[in-house]
């Protein structure tokens, strides 16, 4: 729109990851003397050495040594690195050296980008023991994690690939029609939810000419069983909300007649105390003055 000046939006980190060599990345602490003997350092090392570096390192330009970096997360990956002699990593390069900022912006490992981590260790000829060891799961799991797209559309992945959706969103997806799937995974990324409870009530809401035939003969079987029980389910949840209003009620309501006799009778009688809250936060006096000037409370 003409007159209106374009608004230049500054990226937290550089588009692309880059493989840097390891010995321009330096820490600002070091790691504890004993953290190799940890379960933990166990795990990680035992992952990469497996699947190989999953997240990258994240790194931010070293102000006091140009051309070299300081590592913002990933201190751990980097010394196991060292310990198997891999000369570079790739490195997410960020453009604020503020550390404590960057967990803000990296993205976690998605559903979707863990399945194929797997898939694609399986295919670099991990076995699905490895990869249970590893992951610190069951073999089943593993196996299901295999299975975890079947029967989804593409589009309902790419729409989902990098959001964080749960496991049994596709469970939920794969009992509807494509179509369908693409409805649910664009109205989850419209509302930013992205989960199974979510997932399940679209589901319950889908004709049963969108779902799959298996899906829409258990629908046609269970509805009214289901929904009864969903029923009496909401119901005893807002019994058990009620009577804990109920209980609270007269002590807040107590506590309440309390805090506004003290702002009234003590802060709002102090001179000093109104003079300085005028002067330094008056939006604060503005609302004390409201809650002094309550002058009945609801009843019990």
């Not at 079947?150 to 990098?162: F, K, M, T």
């Not at 939920?172 to 009530?201: C, E, H, W």
């Not at 629908?219 to 609270?248: F, I, S, Y």
């Not at 008056?282 to 009945?296: F, G, M, R």
Request: hydrophobic letters at 45%; glycine letters at 4%; one cysteine or more.
């Amino acid at each position: 729109m003409a007159g209106k000046a374009t608004r230049t939006v500054r990226l937290g980190f550089e588009r692309d990851c880059q493989n840097i060599d390891l010995d321009l990345l330096h820490c600002a602490v070091e790691l504890p003397e004993n953290i190799k003997n940890t379960v933990k350092y166990r795990q990680i090392r035992a992952s990469v050495e497996a699947i190989g570096l999953v997240e990258p390192i994240v790194i931010a330009h070293s102000p006091a040594t140009p051309g070299s970096f300081m590592v913002l997360d990933g201190r751990l990956r980097l010394e196991i690195l060292r310990e198997m002699r891999i000369p570079k990593a790739m490195c997410l390069v960020s453009t604020d050296d503020e550390g404590y900022t960057y967990n803000k912006r990296v993205n976690r490992l998605s559903v979707v980008q863990e399945h194929r981590m797997i898939v694609r260790a399986a295919g670099r000829g991990a076995s699905v023991a490895q990869l249970a060891e590893v992951l610190n799961v069951s073999a089943d799991s593993i196996r299901q994690q295999f299975r975890l797209l079947d029967g989804v559309c593409n589009e309902a992945v790419a729409l989902l690939a990098d959001k964080p959706t749960t496991y049994g969103t596709f469970r939920v997806l794969k009992r509807m029609k494509p179509f369908r799937q693409i409805d649910v995974a664009q109205a989850m990324v419209n509302l930013g939810k992205y989960s199974t409870k979510l997932a399940t009530a679209m589901l319950q809401a889908t004709p049963p000419e969108q779902l799959t035939e298996q899906a829409a003969a258990r629908a046609t079987k269970t509805a009214p069983v289901e929904a009864l029980q969903r029923l009496e389910r909401e119901l005893a949840a807002v019994q058990a909300d009620t009577r804990l209003l109920e209980e609270g009620y007269g002590p807040a309501n107590l506590q309440l007649e309390i805090i506004k006799t003290y702002i009234g009778k003590t802060l709002l009688e102090n001179a000093s105390v109104v003079r300085w809250l005028a002067k330094n936060r008056a939006e604060y006096l503005e609302q004390l003055q409201i809650i002094a000037d309550i002058k009945t409370l609801p009843a019990h």
